[in-house]
């Protein structure tokens, strides 16, 4: 049996729907499993076109990560694949799919391989079962981010730095631990998690500043080693873009740096400008804007949701002024 008669044969005992198809996302082998999942769709056939099928931005984003990952380091392990949800065209019809290149080559299109799994029996936009757990998430992100913003006042007096630090401290640990158990249950009940891919965070960073300096805007971030962190790249992607485009907006294209940094429980993603800062209101109103291209449109603080993130705003020195992406750093397998 040749290889092409292997892969055939391999495709058609998987239970998801697969599709293979070439560098220019044209179609040449697909299984049973895809066929029952469009419906036996004309345009799922050899030659057709993959984005006649899905949803188009969230696919060419995975791909494009995979492929900044190969030609960034041509000797370290390759990112095997990217996972991430994506949409039927024309009907209300959600999957989760995974990504890869078939035979990846560092600086050539590759052809690549999609999954796709059906979740529409269970994934809704805007579900209201996750947007009751956000009412818990403002007060433990603000416990905690309070603690790490003590540790940047070196002024305050010892005394009080210390009743503060192990009210705070206590506080936190008590609030995360109670969070963590709800959140815990919900996952495993609607596997909100199973759509994310797991990232180095210097990984991200330096795929942020790739993206950014493509827009011109000026990207810094620490190349020491800082865990990792679990995003939705495309969800993640649409809000960068969102964010900048809203503060140029605001300080009439003033401009916008981007800062990226890891403390022990959360990698920072900081967007800062020459000007005034967004108030707590605004901030409010921006988690419930609905983002443009998002699958279902979604709101920000529903694509953050997913993430287990948050965004508020904050003062960055007497002249700038900084809205701040808060991811959290992923635990260890098994812990």
Known sequence: MDQGELLKSLLH??????????????????????EDLFGRSQLLGKGQYLYNLCYRPPAEQALSLLEYKLNLDKRSQFLPYV???????????????????LAP????????????EDISSW???????????????????????????????PEMSPVMRSAFENVLIQETLNLTEAFNSLAGSCNVLMQTQNNLTELNAVLLFSYLAHHLRNKKIPVTFSSADSGSVKVDIYGLRLIWDYLIDRILRREKKKGVICQASAGEQFVFLDFIWPGKILAT??????LEDKVEHSLGEMTIASILHTMEGDIWSQQQTKSKSMLRLALPVAKPSGG
Do not use: H, W
Not at 83 to 101: D, M, P
Not at 126 to 146: D, H, Q, S, V, Y
């Open 83 to 101: 996972q991430f949800l994506n949409k039927a065209i024309g009907r209300e019809q959600y999957f989760r799919c995974r990504v890869s290149f």
């Open 123 to 153: 994934y809704t936009p805007e579900n209201p079962m996750f947007m009751k757990i956000e009412e818990f998430r403002a007060p433990m992100t603000n416990l905690r981010a309070a603690v790490e913003n003590l540790t940047e006042f």
């Open 281 to 286: 209101g605004s901030v409010k109103d921006l």
């Open 105 to 116: 080559r560092p600086e050539v299109k590759n052809s690549f391989i999609l999954l796709f």
């Open 13 to 34: 005992e998987m239970k998801d729907g697969v599709v293979v198809c070439d560098p220019e996302a044209k179609i040449t082998l697909f299984n049973t499993a895809a």
